[in-house]
């Protein structure tokens, strides 16, 4: 079992910064990969960025140039910084955890998820 938290969204004008942060916590030993994907009302959870165990970078063509995606493996934390930020990006922000190294995309293909962090960007 993998345990992950979510922290550091909040309320941010159009145009600002944010970083969020994904702690793991459990079977960390196991190389997964990390995602994360957004949510917002009334529509379904959309990916965002993730990064396979090996190191390697995806990100949805929405938020590339604009959003990085890092991990720390020592603090076994995964972060997603946001810059340039726009309306568009309202939504509750997951991270999760995958171990097959393949569809990094979808969602279903994640075994564990976050609770969730509200990222909120007031235009």
């Known amino acids: 079992q993998v345990q992950l938290v979510e922290s550091g969204g909040g309320l941010v004008q159009a145009g600002g910064a944010l970083r969020l942060s994904c702690a793991a916590s459990?079977?960390?030993?196991?190389?997964?990969?990390m995602g994360w994907f957004r949510q917002a009302p009334g529509k379904e959870r959309e990916f965002v960025a993730a990064?396979?165990?090996?190191?390697?970078?995806y990100y949805a063509n929405s938020v590339k140039g604009r959003f990085t995606i890092s991990r720390d493996n020592a603090k076994n934390t995964v972060y997603l910084q946001m810059n340039s930020l726009k309306a568009e990006d309202t939504a509750v922000y997951y991270c999760?955890?995958?171990?097959?190294?393949?569809?990094?995309?979808?969602?279903?293909?994640?075994?564990?998820w976050g609770q969730g962090t509200q990222v909120t960007v007031s235009s």
């Open positions: 999760g955890a995958k171990g097959a190294s393949s569809y990094y995309h979808l969602a279903y293909q994640y075994e564990y």
């Open positions: 459990g079977r960390t030993s196991i190389s997964y990969g």
């Open positions: 990064m396979s165990w090996s190191g390697s970078l």
